[in-house]
């Protein structure tokens, strides 16, 4: 089976802007969630989709938003982007299970 | 503030020598677990912990959990080169996919 596939793997962006970010899930897993992880805060949760709905939610702006198509498939948006967004962006798939399985991430860097 | 936070240490061993780490959480939880990464790149499961068992072997790994002080510990035995990377606990938060991470623990292990 593949891995959770996470893309872009680096994106640069300026300060203002907005990114996507994708991730596909392992084949069969329903519930995807997403993580930042930055060098001063660490891992923080962002948010978990399960069948195209979202079940959880971190302590982020709204400006942070996330979406799951009915494939499973996940994407993550940031709008007006701020220097303190940029940081390592995982996500993870599971099944009805505790453990996770996580992408290589994304690294966004805002300018 | 998050549970799970291991001890901030960083820990250089030379290859072949034992590698324990800690972890410390506030509040009741059900499972704790460790998951690897490797700079920069997706965090890896390594074992879970529920919170009815006091030790579990994976391999090279040993996990015990005291639920009486809120800790738990990692060994890794007979360390390898390939051990370097950072150590991460984990306790779920709000639900079984919304994990809260300590700061992770940096090992070093020298050939």
């Known amino acids: 089976k593949a891995g959770v596939t996470q893309t872009p793997r680096y994106l640069i962006k300026t300060r203002g802007q907005q990114v996507t970010l994708s991730c596909s899930p392992i084949s069969g897993h329903r519930s995807v969630s997403w993580y930042q992880q930055t060098p001063g805060q660490g891992l923080q949760f962002l948010f978990e989709?399960?069948?195209?709905?979202?079940?959880n939610k971190g302590n982020f702006p709204g400006r942070f938003s996330g979406r799951q198509f009915s494939n499973s498939r996940s994407e993550m948006n940031v709008s007006t982007l701020e220097l303190g967004d940029s940081a390592l962006y995982l996500c993870a798939s599971s099944l009805p299970s505790e453990k996770l399985f996580f992408g290589s991430g994304t690294q966004l860097s805002v300018l | 503030s998050q549970q799970g936070e291991e001890d901030p240490q960083a820990l250089s061993i030379q290859e072949g020598e034992n590698a324990t780490m800690n972890c410390s959480y506030k509040t009741s939880i059900n499972n704790l677990q460790w998951y690897r990464q490797n700079s920069g790149r997706g965090l890896v499961h390594l074992i879970l912990?529920?919170?009815?068992?006091r030790e579990k072997h994976s391999g090279r790994l040993r996990v015990t959990l005291d639920t009486s002080k809120k800790s738990s510990s990692l060994l890794i035995t007979a360390s390898r080169a390939a051990d370097t990377a950072s150590y991460f606990c984990a306790t779920p938060s709000y639900g079984n996919n919304r994990l809260a991470f300590g700061k992770g623990n940096q090992v070093v292990v020298i050939p």
């Open positions: 989709y399960f069948s195209e709905t979202q079940r």
């Open positions: 912990i529920r919170s009815n068992e």
